[in-house]
């Protein structure tokens, strides 16, 4: 997929451009620029560097929720243990 195809203001779009450039960092690969509409008509562009995997990865965490919520999942759930 590349920059042309992606519909940047939908987060399930991004989300794998954000994990590729994640795991390119984490391999030793530099994912210079990251650019996307922020969705209200606002280009946004982010550039990454061996220092930036925390902001990253926050920003993978939050697409990831931006997501899960439009498809109805839920991200964090509770366990109960006991027999009832």
Known sequence: MTAADTDYA??????????EAY????????????????????????QYGQGDIPALRAELN???GLCASRSGAQRRFGLRAGGF
């Open 10 to 19: 939908d987060p399930c779009a991004v989300l794998p451009r954000i994990r």
């Open 23 to 46: 795991y390119a960092l984490l391999e030793g690969r530099r994912a210079e620029l990251v650019e996307f509409d922020a969705g209200n008509g606002v280009r946004r562009r982010v």
């Open 62 to 64: 939050r697409l990831e």
